[in-house]
Structure formats: C-alpha cells, structure tokens
C-alpha cells in the first residue's frame, strides 16, 4: 500500500521569506501527488497535483511543487509568504486498488507565517 | 453550484447513540469518500464508493457503515457511537481525470462523542 510521510509537524517562518515542505512517499510504478491547504475551520482546497508530464507544478496562490522520482519526493514551495499562507498542507499519493482510485494523505504540515 | 455540502456541521453524542451524517453534491461525480481528520494523524479513508449502490472499506471502516442509494448523496452512519469516533469528518466527491479522481472536499462536520 501506499503511504506518505510529512516530516515536519510544523514550519514557523517569517513575512516574504521562501518556504519549502517536504514530502515522501513510498514508490510505486505509477504515481499521482496532491496537495491540499486547509485553512481554519474549514475544508482541504486543492492547492496542485501532479499527475504526468512536467515535473514542476504550478498551483494556486503562487505555490508549486517538483515531481522528483529518484527521490520519491514531492515538495511544495513558495518563494515568498504571506500572513494568508498560515493553514496546515496536507501531501496526498492516489492509490490504485481494485479498479478504483483513493487518496491517501500524510500527517499535514502546519506553516505559522509571523510578521 | 453548491459543491459538497454536508450536514450537520455539529454534533455531540453519548456513548452509545447513533446517528447519520449526509454527504450531498451537485457536480455529478461518480467517486464519494468519507474521511475523519484527527490531530497529527492527518486524514484517514473510512468508506468510499465508485458509483451509485457501490461502497468499499478505507483504512479505518470499523464502527461505522455508509450507504450510497443516489449519485449525489453518500451517508456514514454511526450505529453506536464511542468516544473514540470524536473526530472532524469530512466527505469529498471527485470524478475522474485522466483515470485519477481530483477530489473536492466539503466543509466538515465535527463530531463530539461524550
């Protein structure tokens, strides 16, 4: 079975400064990766995925991650936060059983962005 | 469009009790999930189906049971409900893209059990 891992419960970083979460997954023949942001109090947003082709995928709110294979990786970056960006990201491999499709997610990162 | 909604968006049970949770949506996806979000745990697949009068198990499918009668609606069911099944829930819906469903979530529905 698939799994995913978040190595870092949370990341505390300051106004504008760059970011970068990690996350791992276990390997598998095909893969898809997911993104997720949950802001408080309310539902996960799709922030990207990545499901073929380029391996740097641009999402939403100037986010983006790289497909690294070699490394079973997917880490989502910023280049600049905002206050806005504070939420909890969750990292989600999709795993195929039985003719069907399932998420299964990692344990979240939470991103405190100060002033 | 609605989107996925879900009702109701609080509750507090006692041990013991039972109750239904609704997942509702709009956008004609075939594929409905069921997930409980736990501290540092991240979310966990308790039931999903694939279609109209399908269901399957997830990772955490004890205690509860779901039901799929119509396309637009997906309900879990907690027949008697434990401390243990405290937890925010969250339905998602999804069709499929190029094979892979992209999953929309709704808006939780936070459960106390006492």
């Known amino acids: 079975a698939q799994s995913v891992t978040q190595l870092d419960s949370q990341v505390p970083v300051f106004e504008e400064a760059p970011v970068e979460l990690r996350c791992n997954y276990s390997?598998?023949?095909?893969?898809?990766l997911f993104w997720y942001v949950q802001y408080p109090n309310q539902g996960l947003q799709l922030l990207l995925k990545?499901?073929?082709?380029?391996?740097l995928v641009k999402g939403i709110n100037g986010f983006e991650a790289e497909f690294n294979k070699s490394q079973t990786s997917f880490h989502l970056r910023k280049p600049s936060v905002h206050i806005s960006d504070t939420a909890e990201y969750f990292c989600?491999?999709?795993?195929?059983?039985?003719?069907?499709?399932?998420?299964?997610f990692g344990s979240g990162t939470r991103l405190l962005v100060r002033p | 469009n609605a989107g996925v909604t879900q009702t109701p968006k609080f509750r507090v049970l006692k041990t013991g009790q039972s109750m239904t949770l609704l997942c509702a949506q709009d956008?004609?996806?075939?594929?409905m999930y069921w997930y409980r979000q736990d501290p540092g745990m991240g979310l966990r697949l308790i039931h999903y189906?694939?279609?109209?009068?399908?269901?399957a198990k997830g990772e955490v499918p004890d205690g509860y049971n779901v039901s799929r009668l119509k396309k637009q609606n997906f309900l879990l069911g907690l027949e008697s409900a434990a401390p243990s099944q405290t937890s925010v829930y969250f339905c998602?819906?999804?069709?499929?893209?190029?094979?892979?469903?992209?999953?929309?979530f709704g808006p939780g529905t936070r459960l106390t059990v006492t």
């Open positions: 998602a819906s999804s069709f499929l893209t190029t094979g892979v469903p992209s999953p929309y």
């Open positions: 390997s598998s023949v095909s893969v898809y």
């Open positions: 990545y499901l073929s082709g380029s391996t």
């Open positions: 989600a491999v999709s795993e195929r059983k039985d003719s069907s499709y399932k998420l299964i």
């Open positions: 956008m004609n996806h075939e594929y």
């Open positions: 189906s694939v279609g109209e009068g399908t269901t």
